[in-house]
């Protein structure tokens, strides 16, 4: 669906342990997003990137690493994965390739920690 | 920051009736404002959204309002269905990124 895909679906994962989810894109756009959703809290945005090794904080950034060394991958990193990261995580690319646009959102990612 | 808040945050209407959603932004250079809906299990997916150049845009039974002046904007679903049934999220965007309400899940009553 629009070129955009997470991986992986499902994960459950202990406390204390690195995880790295990820989000590949075939559109080429500059602009990808990692949001978290919670209940009652809505979607949250963790980090985003303008470009390759080009990223930036978003709201709930702590405890979270990026990266993008490639125009299609957007990888983000839990390096401790605690309880409070137990959340469905989205990614999302600008459809127009800039700021701005509608938003593309991949399928999402459960992960749960234990 | 910019921050975004949407009411209700849940709302049920007869099969028929109308619905409306508000919400209202803090950051004055905001000049997109997408809304998104979420079926259960499902990924957002934007319905429609306006620019601060525009009042008002229609699509079939949904439509958005916006007054840059007091900074809120409006979905209105006008005959609502079954299948309206949802979480609905508004946003506005800041700088390059989007951010986005808390949602208010539709319920539509048979």
């Known amino acids: 669906d629009a070129g955009i895909t997470q991986s992986p679906r499902h994960k459950v994962t202990e406390t204390g342990t690195p995880v790295t989810l990820r989000c590949h894109q075939t559109e080429n756009h500059r602009y990808m997003y990692w949001y978290r959703q919670d209940p009652g809290h809505g979607l949250r945005l963790i980090h985003y990137s303008y470009g390759v090794k080009d990223t930036d904080k978003g709201e709930v950034s702590d405890g979270y690493s990026v990266s993008r060394s490639k125009t299609e991958d957007f990888l983000l990193t839990l390096e401790s994965a605690t309880s409070s990261q137990t959340s469905v995580y989205f990614c999302a690319i600008s459809e127009e390739g800039e700021p701005n646009y509608g938003y593309t959102f991949g399928s999402g990612t459960r992960l749960t920690v234990v | 920051g910019e921050n975004v808040e949407q009411h209700p945050s849940t709302l049920s209407v007869q099969e028929g009736d109308s619905a409306v959603i508000k919400c209202t932004y803090s950051?004055?250079?905001?000049?997109?404002f997408p809304w998104y809906k979420q079926e259960l299990g499902k990924r957002p997916q934007l319905i429609i959204d306006?620019?601060?150049?525009?009042g008002e845009k229609k699509d079939q039974r949904i439509a958005v309002t916006l007054n840059k002046t007091a900074k809120h904007f409006s979905l209105h679903i006008t005959e609502t269905q079954p299948e309206d049934s949802a979480v609905y999220f508004c946003?506005?965007?800041?700088?390059?990124?989007?951010?986005f309400g808390k949602g208010t899940r539709l319920h539509i009553l048979p």
């Open positions: 306006i620019r601060s150049n525009v």
């Open positions: 950051d004055s250079a905001s000049n997109y």
């Open positions: 946003a506005a965007s800041t700088r390059d990124k989007i951010i």
